[in-house]
């Protein structure tokens, strides 16, 4: 199994900016893409960003693309999204998660582990 840990959500204003950070357990980390998603209240859990296992393919929901950058550090086992720009719409409780298949996913049900989120609240 892999343990997914989320840390820096936080209350931000609109315009200001935010640093996630995903700490896997072990080191089989490394072999897998690692995926970002959200959830408001009342929402379904949506698709924000992806990292592939070697780290040279990222993609991004439409909404945040331009403001996010999803990045990662093997050694440290640990994904981040720094969140530029933030919107009141970003907010939400963030997930991250890892797919064992390994490919750059954007659907909840192709991503077996999941972490227990962090909240990211953004005033207007």
């Known amino acids: 199994q892999v343990q997914l840990v989320e840390s820096g959500g936080g209350l931000v204003q609109a315009g200001g900016s935010l640093r996630l950070s995903c700490t896997a357990s072990?080191?089989?980390?490394?072999?897998?893409?690692v995926g970002w998603f959200r959830q408001a209240p009342g929402k379904e859990r949506e698709f924000v960003s992806v990292?592939?296992?070697?780290?040279?393919?990222?993609k991004y929901t439409d909404s945040v693309q331009g403001r996010f950058t999803i990045s990662r550090d093997n050694a440290k086992n640990t994904v981040y999204l720094q969140m530029n720009s933030l919107k009141a719409e970003d907010t939400a409780v963030y997930y991250c998660?890892?797919?064992?298949?390994?490919?750059?996913?954007?659907?909840?049900?192709?991503?077996?582990?999941w972490g227990q989120g962090t909240q990211v609240t953004v005033s207007s």
């Open positions: 998660a890892v797919s064992l298949w390994g490919g750059t996913y954007s659907y909840t049900g192709q991503y077996n582990y």
């Open positions: 072990g080191r089989t980390f490394s072999n897998y893409a």
């Open positions: 990292i592939s296992w070697r780290g040279g393919i990222t």
